[in-house]
């Protein structure tokens, strides 16, 4: 199976602030990488799929970017609605689709 | 609007069983690939099983092979999850979700999501 691994496990920020999150896969999967967001008690979100496509409704400041092992997603300015927990997915060698452990934005 | 309900969740006694219900509307179902995702409480997001569009294709996760099964009625726009011999570490919000891209034999992207239905095993 493909592990996917994300850091960091969690972050502190301030609105305003440019972060990035890291997610490494254990082989390539191409650009078979989709990012969610999920917030306490929802389901979650998809933002970016294909690694650097962004979903339609999803404001710009999220991209993604990477392929083969390593891949970000960046918020270029952090929104208020925007803390949440960010996890990343393969879909390239499946089953199973696997997810990283997750990446926890909290204010600073 | 894509909306799908999740039901059929609730508490059970270890070797229980459960089957989960998704009723899907505002899309055409039998065009696309549906799953099941789990998420223990605190814990993070762990994809559970996938159904193909037309139902001929299904994927398990190995912890769930041989005791699980998934399912789909395309004329009822519904899929369901049948859970066996039901296990403390099975306790977790069973969400449904569906795959992003049209006539995939297997999900890609899971773009939308149900709200989730909390399964809980003990005694």
């Known amino acids: 199976d493909i592990q996917m691994t994300q850091s960091p496990s969690s972050l502190s920020a301030s609105v305003g602030d440019r972060v990035t999150i890291t997610c490494r896969a254990s082989q390539s999967i191409s650009s078979y990488l989709n990012w969610y967001q999920q917030k306490p008690g929802k389901a979650p979100n998809l933002l970016i799929y294909a690694a650097s496509n962004l979903r339609s409704g999803v404001p710009s400041r999220f991209s993604g970017s990477g392929s083969g092992t390593d891949f970000t997603l960046t918020i270029s300015s952090l929104q208020p609605e925007d803390f949440a927990t960010y996890y990343c997915q393969q879909s390239y060698r499946t089953p199973p689709w696997t997810f990283g452990q997750g990446t926890k934005v909290e204010i600073k | 609007e894509v909306q799908l309900l999740a039901s059929g969740g609730g508490l059970v006694q270890p070797g229980g069983s459960l089957r989960l219900s998704c009723a899907a509307s505002g899309f055409i179902f039998s065009d696309y690939a549906m799953s099941w995702v789990r998420q223990a409480p605190g814990k993070g997001l762990e994809w559970v099983s996938a159904?193909?569009?037309?139902?001929?294709?299904?994927y398990y996760a190995d912890f769930v092979k041989g005791r699980f099964t998934i399912s789909r009625d395309n004329s009822n726009n519904t899929v369901y999850l049948q859970m066996n011999t039901l296990r403390g570490e099975d306790t977790a919000v069973y969400y449904c979700?569906?795959?992003?891209?049209?006539?995939?034999?297997?999900?890609?992207?899971?773009?939308?999501w149900g709200q989730g239905t909390m399964v809980t095993v003990s005694s």
């Open positions: 979700a569906k795959d992003l891209v049209r006539f995939s034999s297997s999900p890609d992207a899971f773009d939308f």
């Open positions: 159904i193909s569009n037309t139902g001929g294709r299904t």
